[in-house]
T-cell receptor
Framework: DGGITQSPKYLFRKEGQNVTLSCEQN?????MYWYRQDPGQGLRLIYY???????QKGDIAEGYSVSREKKESFPLTVTSAQKNPTAFYLC?????????????FGPGTRLTVL | AQSVTQPDIHITVSEGASLELRCNYS??????LFWYVQSPGQGLQLLLK??????LVQGIKGFEAEFKRSQSSFNLRKPSVHWSDAAEYFC????????????FGAGTRLAVHP
């Protein structure tokens, strides 16, 4: 089955630690995205990548970093510089980066800072 | 600036009743419009999308939406709600030009009474 997988489903972090969230897709999509979801705020774009070895900051990139070394993988690192990282993180992909392309979403990772 | 407004944070309907979820957008050009549904703790699933042509679009699970340019609206409707429709619904606008950025509304949480 084609789709997007995210791991882990739940992640706990101590303050001051960096953590990396995994996102893998086997849809052969060029574009991939990371969103953060907080209650009552919808989804906000953290980073996106239109093609391998290229990525751009979204609306709330501070305290986050990404890499895109392979087409199918787009890991997100939440660094200690992110002041309020507790949230639900969603990864998505689309065929290309045109505005009329449907984005397909993974099941999400819930990050909690202890 | 582009924005999406979903005026209703929570809606409760009885099973079998009709449903309308409101969505208004602010965008100078012709938008690409999407409705997504999210079950608790899950990713987002596309219900339907509008790019051009017939302003009434049909989606999955018996949902439909109507694009009204004069009102900058894209309301989601279903004639008879099932208990399994209880979820959170997000309206999104896709921006033309450049990358595939989606602007999401804050979401409407739907509860269904038996």
């Amino acid at each position: 089955d084609g789709g997007i997988t995210q791991s882990p489903k739940y992640l706990f972090r101590k303050e001051g630690q960096n953590v990396t969230l995994s996102c893998e897709q086997n849809l052969n999509h060029d574009a991939m995205y990371w969103y953060r979801q907080d209650p009552g705020q919808g989804l906000r774009l953290i980073y996106y990548s239109q093609i391998v070895n290229d990525f751009q900051k979204g609306d709330i990139a501070e305290g986050y970093s990404v890499s895109r070394e392979k087409k199918e993988s787009f890991p997100l690192t939440v660094t200690s510089a992110q002041k309020n990282p507790t949230a639900f993180y969603l990864c998505a992909s689309s065929i290309t980066s045109g505005g009329n392309n449907e984005q397909f979403f993974g099941p999400g990772t819930r990050l909690t800072v202890l | 600036a582009q924005s999406v407004t979903q005026p209703d944070i929570h809606i409760t309907v009885s099973e079998g009743a009709s449903l309308e979820l409101r969505c208004n957008y602010s965008y100078g050009a012709t938008p690409y419009l999407f409705w997504y549904v999210q079950s608790p703790g899950q990713g987002l699933q596309l219900l339907l999308k509008y790019f051009s042509g017939d302003t009434l679009v049909q989606g999955i699970k018996g949902f439909e939406a109507e694009f009204k340019r004069s009102q900058s609206s894209f309301n989601l409707r279903k004639p008879s709600v099932h208990w399994s429709d209880a979820a959170e619904y997000f309206c999104a606008v896709g921006l033309s030009g450049g990358y595939n950025k989606l602007i999401f509304g804050a979401g409407t949480r739907l509860a269904v009474h038996p």
